[in-house]
């Protein structure tokens, strides 16, 4: 008996002269952002007439909806449509949702000439569309506890790579929420002067069904420091309209230790590297010499010229058995940055990882690397 009272509450069936149609809501008092079901119903009433239909909510910021089942009954004059369409309120308060229907009229003799040729003649189908004049359905959308931030049913994890690090080398953290309801745009990791963070744009997906929306969201973090930092603990506060019940979900805090480079492999003692680069003036010298060439090769007498040519490649040669000679990687490194010569920059960045982060790269293979030049 409740149940017959409350479809009658929910239900409009409405009789147009030709058709029918019947609009019902699952909950006409949902909370903001817990989904609801809208049925609806068309039906045609008169059999004279060839008829076609189109229905769909109309779009507003106070909702949005989804179409999540459709069914067609398409019967020699006597069309009947059935939709279900999942719509979630976007406000608390008074929610108006305005809906739209036109029926198309046409009869068999259009019909017939429509489809007399290729298939492409369909398009050609003189028909009348007509609005239908639809009441508007009104929800009353209650407030959620104050504070909540997210409605549904969700589970919240995540995955840390590691806890002890070395100085400005990265650590990964990824957290994933999933459930049922939707997920709004939320930034898990507050940025921090402690540390640089580092994110992705979310991998967010969703999926719409009879039963609501199903969200998965997943967030990748690589965050670093020169020293001991702790990222935050968070809390997200979620309520579940089913039960009626609030609950947490909660990320710990999480105490990240960093390890500092020793200060025996740098180069220098002070960092002033990104000082120089405020200008860097030698393209003046790479100018300078190209002029002095050419100024050299038209004055100079041509045993002369040779000469100076010879001293270049000596130079050269010098360059190399210094190189030769380095005996570790601090000295080659020493080296090669006061040349200050872009054909140097690979085997700058080999040493560099060697220095600061350990890798294992030889001396003689960054050496043969700078003879193949």
């Known amino acids: 008996m409740n149940k017959v009272i409350l479809y009658l509450i929910l239900s409009s069936i409405i009789y147009a002269n030709d058709i029918s ?27 004279s007439k060839v008829m076609f239909f189109k229905f769909t909510p109309k779009k507003s910021p106070n909702y949005t909806f989804h179409q999540i089942k459709f069914k ?17 309120p976007k406000k608390e308060g008074n929610i108006t949702i305005a809906l739209e229907l036109i029926k198309s009229l046409t009869d068999d003799d259009k019909v017939a000439y429509a489809i007399s040729g290729d298939r492409d003649n369909v398009k050609g189908l003189v028909k009348k569309d007509i609005v239908v004049k639809i009441n508007p359905l009104i929800l009353h959308v209650k407030k959620a506890p104050l504070g909540t931030d997210l409605i549904g049913d969700f589970t919240l994890s995540y995955k840390l790579d590691k806890k002890l690090t ?21 930034e898990m990791i507050p940025k921090n002067s402690a540390y640089h963070l580092f994110a992705q744009k979310p991998k967010q997906k969703s999926f719409y069904d009879i039963n609501g929306a199903r969200s998965h969201v997943v967030w990748d973090y690589a965050i670093s420091a020169k020293e001991n930092f702790v990222l935050p603990k968070v809390v997200l506060k979620a309520f579940n309209p089913l039960s009626k019940k609030s609950y947490e979900l909660t990320l710990p805090k999480q105490k990240i230790e960093v390890k500092a480079v020793d200060a025996s492999l740098l180069v220098d003692s002070e960092d002033t ?29 041509k045993d002369l010229f040779k000469k100076e040519v010879l001293n270049i490649k000596n130079d050269k040669e010098l360059l190399d058995e210094k190189i030769a000679k380095t005996k570790n990687h601090k000295e080659l490194l020493q080296l090669l940055i006061a040349q200050n010569d872009l054909r140097y920059k690979e085997a700058i960045k080999a040493l560099e990882s060697v220095l600061y982060h350990k890798n294992s790269i030889t001396l003689n293979e960054i050496k043969r690397s700078i003879d193949d030049r």
Do not use: C
């Open 21 to 47: 149609y019947s609009f019902s809501l699952s909950n006409k008092t949902p909370y903001r952002d817990e989904g609801i079901i809208l049925d609806a119903n068309i039906t045609q009433v008169d059999h």
């Open 72 to 88: 067609e009954e398409d019967r020699y004059h006597s069309l009947k449509h059935h939709y279900k369409y999942l719509i979630y």
């Open 166 to 186: 070395h100085a400005y080398e990265p650590i990964h953290l990824q957290i994933e929420l999933k459930g049922q309801g939707l997920i709004p745009q939320i």
């Open 273 to 301: 590297p990104l000082a120089a680069k405020k200008m860097d003036w030698s393209w003046l010298g790479w100018l300078f010499s190209y002029v002095a060439v050419f100024i050299a090769g038209v004055l100079m007498p």
